[in-house]
């Protein structure tokens, strides 16, 4: 089956300082990538899309000079979380759009824990 | 707007106990309703409904669709502590853009 890795899988950074995060396609092209926040014991929050070789698209609410996103191939995207803050720490899950339609492939999450 | 809501939210049960899992949703272009297991990391697919009445069953657990009452359930048959998680439930009204319910949190105590 298709496999998402994400890199790293925890991460823990000072305050003001930026952290990227890899999403990867293993073993397939996903042209369109999702990034989602989840805070404990909620729901993912999709963050923005992100299409292979165009701007990504954001959520409303979400700051995209925050969260920087770049999808310069097709088995790579990268979440980049500049200035980190401690309201930033949360858990951060990509996904790549599957075969089947409609079905998403889930990265294992990156815990971001800012001090 | 799209709109998925789940039910209940917090749930607990023992081992060996049948529980039911609601979805229930309101989206402008209906394609599917996907369910997720999600234990420590990432969301596990368990099932993907696209049609009315028809059940979707894997080992102890099982899910249908009602399209005319806009709601799906999960079914979990003889629970195991290895079922404590969230459940998601999530609608991707277009290509993979889904609207996640709020989740259930099961916990399964022995």
């Known amino acids: 089956g298709a496999v998402v890795s994400q890199h790293p899988s925890w991460v823990i950074c000072k305050s003001g300082t930026s952290v990227k995060i890899e999403c990867r396609s293993l073993?397939?092209?996903?042209?369109?990538m999702f990034w989602y926040r989840q805070f404990p014991k909620q729901s993912l929050m999709l963050m923005a899309t992100s299409n292979e070789g165009s701007k990504a698209t954001y959520e409303q609410g979400v700051e995209k000079d925050k969260f920087l996103i770049n999808h310069a191939s097709l088995t790579l995207s990268t979440l980049t979380v500049t200035s980190a803050h401690p309201e930033d720490s949360s858990f951060y899950i990509c996904s790549a759009l599957g075969l089947v339609a409609y079905e998403q492939y889930f990265g294992p999450g990156t815990r971001l824990t800012v001090t | 707007e799209d709109k998925v809501v789940q039910s209940p939210l917090s749930l607990v049960v023992h081992e060996g106990d049948t529980v039911t899992l609601n979805c229930s949703y309101e989206v402008t272009n209906f394609r599917s309703l996907l369910w997720y297991k999600q234990e420590k990391k990432a969301p596990t697919f368990l099932f993907m409904l696209t049609s009315s009445g028809i059940e979707k069953k894997s080992g102890r657990l099982s899910s249908i669709l009602d399209k005319k009452e806009l709601f799906s359930i999960l079914n979990i048959t003889a629970t195991q502590t290895g079922d404590s998680a969230i459940y998601l439930c999530?609608?991707?009204?277009?290509?993979?853009?889904?609207?996640f319910g709020d989740g259930t949190t099961l916990t399964v105590k022995p």
């Open positions: 073993d397939f092209q996903a042209t369109t």
């Open positions: 999530a609608v991707p009204p277009n290509a993979g853009k889904s609207t």
